[in-house]
């Protein structure tokens, strides 16, 4: 079982930057991709962006360009760095581990909100 917990949620303005952070414990060494979720009012849950143990990235269409996924092996961290944000970006972010398509863990969330 792995646990995952997230921050470096917040309020920024639009055209800013935020830089999320997901620290994972437990049974790491089974972790194959990681990724970043995001939830908005009144949305579904969508992919953001993921990202392999071989370094493979992958990211939404809405968000490319502007966003960047990094993995840090050393510190079990895996990372999205947000940059000219929108209002749209508005969100509960969440941070999932996954072993495989049938074996995961999901962090807690975090919220991140754009103003206009």
């Known amino acids: 079982q792995v646990q995952l917990v997230e921050s470096g949620g917040g309020l920024v303005q639009a055209g800013g930057s935020l830089r999320l952070s997901c620290a994972a414990s437990?049974?790491?060494?089974?972790?194959?991709?990681m990724g970043w979720y995001r939830q908005a009012p009144g949305k579904q849950r969508e992919l953001v962006a993921d990202?392999?143990?071989?370094?493979?990235?992958n990211y939404a269409d809405s968000v490319k360009g502007r966003f960047t996924i990094s993995r840090d092996n050393a510190r079990n961290t895996v990372y999205l760095q947000m940059n000219s944000l929108k209002p749209e970006d508005t969100a509960v972010y969440y941070c999932k581990a996954e072993r495989s398509r049938e074996f995961y863990s999901w962090g807690q969330g975090t919220q991140g909100t754009v103003s206009s």
């Open positions: 990202i392999t143990s071989g370094g493979s990235t």
């Open positions: 437990g049974s790491i060494l089974r972790i194959d991709t």
